[in-house]
């Protein structure tokens, strides 16, 4: 149903599937407005919870997106469609493909708003609720490669890019430093910590050198872990040139 909908999204939306606590989120290209979406094959209170705003007064000042959407077939009930409404939750209901609304290029309804105000999609009950976040969603540095929708899924945060640059780093020039966490914004700890189970092992003061223990991300993110790669030199740490041998 994800991939569905994803391919249907118009090409005015970039789609960032498994991305910052949301099966899907969408940016619109124009001005970077938000749509978190969680995607459910049944209308319930779980996955209302999953996409509703938290009501924790520390997390007033979080960033969120502009928007929040459930994601549901069109064929599933309409209980709860007024629940969602009273908080601000749109439900995005996707067509099967040989139906004859999709076939008329309406594969989901309501649309995604555009940047000016509909009086006819307010009329028809069809109206975005803004929450106006404090702040945006900082998007992922790149779009994951793991798909929406599944029920375990590897997800591209931002210390699984800094971890796959750490990987690629130590590929590349056989050792790592403390430097190179520090520059990649990623903690050590898991990575020198658990004796016989930690992914690296100090090779000699300040350098660090691969265990077996490392996490095989090229085989979880083949497609991102090559897109990374093949912009090393933009991302690489500049201190630390592959040139420098450790004996």
């Known amino acids: 149903m994800c991939q569905q909908f994803i391919e249907a999204v118009p090409d005015t939306w970039t789609v960032y599937p498994e991305s910052c606590g949301f099966d899907i989120l969408l940016s619109r290209k124009d001005d970077g407005f938000q749509i978190g979406i969680e995607a459910k094959l049944v209308l319930n209170a779980k996955v209302i919870l999953q996409a509703a705003e938290s009501v924790d007064t520390w997390s007033i000042l979080h960033p969120g997106p502009d928007c929040r959407a459930v994601l549901v077939p069109n064929y599933v009930g309409y209980d709860l469609t007024s629940v969602c409404r009273r908080l601000g939750i749109e439900v995005i209901r996707l067509s099967p493909k040989g139906c004859m609304s999709y076939q008329r290029n309406h594969p989901f309804r309501p649309e995604l708003p555009g940047k000016k105000y509909s009086y006819l999609e307010h009329a028809k009950g069809q109206e975005w609720f803004e929450f106006c976040p404090n702040r945006k969603i900082p998007l992922p540095e790149f779009i994951s490669d793991a798909g929406a929708g599944n029920p375990s899924p590897l997800t591209l945060t931002h210390w699984k890019i800094g971890a796959i640059k750490l990987a690629i780093t130590l590929e590349k020039r056989g050792f ?9 914004d990623v903690s050590m700890s898991r990575w020198t910590q658990g004796g ?6 100090a090779k000699e003061y300040g350098v660090y050198v691969g265990t077996d223990r490392i996490p095989d991300f090229r085989q979880q993110h083949p497609v991102n ?11 690489k740490n500049p201190e630390h040139e592959i040139s420098q041998v450790v004996a």
């Open 225 to 235: 872990y090559a897109e990374i790669e093949s912009l090393y030199e933009k991302w």
């Open 176 to 184: 790592l430093t403390r430097k190179d966490f520090k520059f990649f």
């Open 196 to 201: 016989m189970t930690a992914w690296l092992r």
